[in-house]
């Protein structure tokens, strides 16, 4: 602790206490009023409903393996971003010369940069853990997709059943979610290199931008839209 300024503590308390905070905010409450993550769960509940009434359900297992791939996607560039922040890690004196050329960047020693770049491993760690609980959630989605009863063939708990592998789609995207979420946070610190009151200004950049795309943006409006008409009509 003793390498870091008050000022550096600041900084980096704000970050934890937004990220922490606004993950709370947006996955808890803001999922009962209706944001991006409790829109999409109404929209999972219409989904799994539609699949009881097929007979043939290889188009909602091809939904939930292409939302797979989205995972495997994120969770192979973790792993690769980690390579990457290792070996500046093991290359510390070389790196602080290139950091001692770039314009506006504070003056770092081995240690403070070593601590900065462990940062970053974590969160990317943080995000590859997200990312592989969510893939493995999927695949639990799949399984129980597959042994749900032909539509011919309906017993009464099916509906019930139904509604299990909603929850568990929307707990596996509310987890990926969160492993996305990391990378936002991961943008935010980068600014750490530079100064302290770059992480806290971008900070609050990236809490901003990702409240506006999930509270207020066109995209959740549309599914709300969607979601009411699906709902006039009946459906």
Not at 22 to 32: H, N, P
Not at 88 to 99: C, E, N, P, Y
Not at 117 to 141: E, G, P, T, V
Not at 175 to 184: A, C, D, E, K, Q
Request: hydrophobic residues 50%; proline residues 2%; glycine residues 6%.
């Amino acid at each position: 602790m003793s390498h870091f300024s008050n000022l550096d503590l600041i900084a980096i308390g704000y970050f934890l206490i937004l990220w922490i905070g606004y993950t709370f905010y947006a996955d808890e409450r803001g999922a009962k009023k209706a944001n991006l993550i409790g829109t999409m769960a109404e929209h999972r509940d219409a989904w799994m409903l539609r699949m009881l009434g097929r007979d043939n359900r290889m188009v909602d297992l091809q939904i939930v393996r292409n939302l797979t791939r989205t995972g495997v996607f994120f969770a192979s560039t973790s792993i690769l971003v980690l390579a990457g922040l290792i070996t500046i890690m093991g290359a510390t004196d070389k790196a602080i010369i290139i950091f001692e050329n770039l314009p506006l960047v504070s003056r770092l020693g081995p240690l403070e940069l070593e601590l900065r770049l462990a940062a970053m491993c974590l969160i990317f760690i943080y995000a590859f853990f997200k990312f592989a609980w969510s893939i493995r959630q999927l695949s639990y989605c799949t399984i129980q997709i597959g042994a749900m009863e032909p539509s011919s063939e309906l017993k009464d708990d099916c509906n019930i059943r139904c509604g299990y592998i909603s929850q568990l789609a929307t707990l596996a995207a509310k987890h990926s979610n969160r492993g996305l979420r990391s990378y936002y946070f991961a943008m935010a610190l980068l600014a750490w290199f530079l100064h302290p009151f770059a992480l806290i200004a971008t900070t609050t950049f990236v809490v901003l931008v990702m409240y506006r795309r999930e509270f207020r943006s066109k995209t959740l409006q549309i599914l709300r839209d969607s979601l009411s008409s699906s709902e006039a009509d009946g459906g």
